[in-house]
Nanobody, 119 residues
Framework: QVQLVESGGGLVQGGGSLRLSCVAS????????MGWYRQVPGKQRELVAT?????VTNYADSVKGRFTISNAKNTVYLQMNSLKPEDTAVYYC???????????????WGQGTQVTVSS
């Protein structure tokens, strides 16, 4: 089994910064991609940013230039600067994990962390 645990959410004023972290643990052989998605009530979960094991990144247009995704072994970070009220959401960590011993690949999600940006 694989677990993804997020941390770092909270309440911040508009223009402020937060850093989210997500650590994956369990029966992990490798992780090919990790990322962050977000969801507000009544809307679909949307991509924020992803990063491959080789460091290739992808960002939603709405966060380009403000958010930076980075990674370390089994860990992904999201540095969020110049936060806006419309960034308020529950942020979910995602990982595409090759598990032991089968080497099958599965998507996993964290439990979510709330980010609230006040105006």
């Amino acid at each position: 089994q694989v677990q993804l645990v997020e941390s770092g959410g909270g309440l911040v004023q508009g223009g402020g910064s937060l850093r989210l972290s997500c650590v994956a643990s369990g029966s992990i052989f490798s992780i090919s991609r990790m990322g962050w998605y977000r969801q507000v009530p009544g809307k679909q979960r949307e991509l924020v940013a992803t990063i491959t094991g080789g460091g290739v990144t992808n960002y939603a247009d709405s966060v380009k230039g403000r958010f930076t995704i980075s990674n370390a072994k089994n860990t992904v970070y999201l540095q969020m600067n110049s936060l806006k009220p419309e960034d308020t959401a529950v942020y979910y960590c995602y990982g595409l994990v090759e598990v032991t011993p089968t080497r099958n690949q599965y998507p996993y999600w964290g439990q979510g962390t709330q980010v609230t940006v006040s105006s």
